[in-house]
């Protein structure tokens, strides 16, 4: 089949496999890169299927680094295709620039040419838009996000404006809105044989050999009759390997069988993953985009600074809290206070709840507890403050959103001045219901502890802050005799600050969340999967489950594999063995999301 100008519709590609990967180091020291497998299959062996799956018969490949391993994987695994070989022998000074244009330099050009680097990992479906394009150039572009780097772009009209190689993104360089290129182009033969060759050329062997290919693809995008048009993914995965890091979020994406264990394993660093995470609770409507445009602004000169003392994190802090700063010690998150508390009441009788947050549990292994059904007996609590040194309340409970009445337990407190409550009050800001901090600047009761891990509330998991608050300052001094000099970072530090110009828009997304919490609750219970959905003071819903045994993590695999959605199984956290989720409250297009999914997954 012929295009109307009567070239060939079936294009040739290049592929530049000649780098050193010195970023994939220590992968790469015995392997090269391309040759490493994802899900038993080899970066290269996919780029070469999905060309073959579009009609490619000519390939010519650029070696360097490891070619023989190379070469020989590809003659033994194409036999069918004419593969064509050029060896830089330089690759470990020059760059790709030259590479390409050792490429150009010796192929035919009597059909188009589609350029694919050698470290891509793609959905086909994208070779086939590539291919559908009806530009003369084109690129494959992607919206810029967290964890790319190289070459980005910016566009209009379907066509890129401009393109900024890594060397061109300064301090104030902005990605809101660009496009990162996949590295992945379809070029014009006579482009590629009347501008593109003879530029690449000169700029490799006479100006610059340690430059890109894209710094020369860019000036000559500035010339009208050689724009490159812009074919944006839509959702289709494709990963570019650069260093070790990159191949957790390859197998991520293109294992979806072992998205769960993965994400079992790292128990944090989400951003890396293209999931939406139900698991971590956060307000989803705090930091305000004007808050998170001041930190933009600040961070340069944050990530520069140090953190102030422990007394200056303290008045700041106690200035949200309207309380004096020696009633408080901020915390690099809630979590850095268990071990102090694990030693400050070590050999006292203790009851917590079961279930609730594992720490818990990991510090006071010898602990009484009392049940959390879901549900709590008021009675079971006064009683265990009658028979414990100190009761560990977690309101609202971590694991099933039961909430208790502030004043109950304050009026416990008084009636036990000889028992110790510490009462976990991380979520209690979207309960409804007053903080302890308040009632007890009003009324001192040395036997309370409150924590508070700021994390959910603020929407800042990723800044570590909370903090303890006594009446008692032995209990205080015994916690800040525990804490590093620089306790906080200073991005952190300044979210203390911030906080105090925006309490209003603060107060607002708590009850924003609050009122999605209950919209969500609702869809839910319809599930003809979901037995109940009791209520929660907390941003989170426990989800009770129609069925038995592996339904829960059934339900998650299938969520993350299917839809890539992560929730938490927390069957285990429960005695009767009774299948249940927990579940974060998002914004409401991504509830709908999940109710959907969910709905998809259990048919």
């Not at 182009?185 to 890109?212: G, K, M, N, V, W």
């Not at 009761?445 to 802050?465: A, F, T, Y």
């Not at 000099?485 to 828009?505: C, D, G, H, I, Q």
Request: hydrophobic letters at 40%; glycine letters at 6%.
């Amino acid at each position: 089949m012929t295009r109307a100008d009567g070239r060939p519709e079936t294009p040739q590609a290049v592929i530049l496999a000649a780098g050193y990967a010195r970023r994939m180091q220590p992968l790469s020291d015995d392997c090269h890169k391309a040759l490493l497998s994802i899900d038993g299959v080899t970066i290269l062996g996919r780029i070469m299927d999905s060309l073959v799956r579009v009609g490619v018969g000519r390939v010519t490949v650029a070696t360097g680094y490891r070619a023989e391993d190379v070469t020989a994987f590809l003659d033994a695994g194409y036999p069918d295709v004419d593969l064509r070989y050029v060896h830089n022998a330089r690759f470990r000074e020059t760059n790709n620039v030259v590479s390409l244009s050792m490429a150009f330099d010796v192929m035919d050009f009597d059909r188009d040419v589609i350029l694919v680097e050698c470290d891509l990992l793609f959905d086909p479906a994208l070779m086939d838009r590539l291919m559908a394009n009806p530009g003369r150039n084109v690129a494959l572009v992607d919206r810029y996000r967290t964890g790319m780097d190289g070459t980005v772009v910016q566009l209009e009209d379907g066509l890129i404006t401009e393109v900024f190689p890594s060397d061109a993104q300064g301090a104030d360089f902005s990605y809101e809105d660009k496009f990162k290129t996949l590295n992945i182009y379809r070029f014009d033969r006579e482009f590629c044989e009347r501008a593109y060759r003879p530029l690449l050329h000169t700029y490799a062997h006479d100006i610059d050999s340690s430059s890109y290919y894209e710094l020369v693809l860019g000036m000559l995008n500035n010339i009208r009759a050689h724009r490159v048009s812009a074919e944006v993914v839509e959702g289709e995965r494709w990963v570019e390997v650069d260093d070790p890091n990159d191949l957790a979020v390859a197998t991520f994406q293109f294992s979806p069988d072992q998205r769960a264990a993965i994400l079992d394993r790292t128990f944090g660093g989400h951003w890396n993953f293209d999931v939406t995470d139900f698991s971590f609770m956060r307000n989803a409507y705090f930091p305000t985009g004007a808050m998170m445009a001041m930190f933009r602004h600040a961070l340069p000169t944050l990530v520069a600074s140090y953190g102030s003392a422990q007394s200056v994190l303290n008045e700041k802090l106690g200035y949200f809290l309207r309380c004096p700063p020696d009633r408080v010690q901020v915390l690099h998150g809630a979590s850095q206070v268990f071990p102090v508390m694990a030693r400050l009441y070590h050999g006292r009788t203790i009851a917590i709840p079961s279930a609730t947050f594992g720490e818990y549990t990991r510090m006071f292994p010898a602990a009484d507890v009392y049940e959390d059904r879901p549900g709590l007996d008021w009675e079971t609590v006064v009683a265990s403050a009658q028979d414990h040194e100190v009761v560990v309340l977690v309101n609202p409970n971590t694991s099933t959103g039961t909430t208790l009445r502030t004043d109950a337990i304050l009026r416990l407190a008084r009636q036990r001045p000889e028992t110790t409550f510490w009462v976990d009050e991380s979520f209690l800001p979207f309960s409804g219901q007053a903080s302890l901090v308040e009632a007890l600047e009003r009324e001192p009761l040395e036997n309370v502890v409150v924590l508070m891990s700021l994390s959910k509330s603020l929407g800042i998991p990723g800044l570590r802050l909370g903090y303890v608050y006594s009446r008692d300052p032995g209990v205080i001094d015994a916690i800040g005799s525990d804490l590093p000099v620089w306790n906080l970072s200073a991005p952190a530090e300044y979210m203390l600050e911030l906080l105090l110009k925006f309490r209003p828009a603060y107060e607002g997304s708590l009850e924003r969340t609050a009122q999605d919490r209950e919209s969500l609750r609702r869809a839910l219970a319809e599930l003809d999967v979901v037995e109940s959905v009791p209520e929660s003071g907390g941003d989170f819903l426990l989800v009770n489950l129609v069925g038995e045994g592996d339904v829960a993590p059934r339900l998650r695999r299938r969520l993350l594999a299917d839809h890539a959605i992560e929730v938490k199984d927390v069957t285990g956290k429960f005695s009767d063995g009774r299948p249940r989720l927990r579940i974060a409250v998002r914004t409401p297009e991504d509830n709908a999301r999940l109710v959907a999914a969910l709905t998809a997954v259990s048919r």
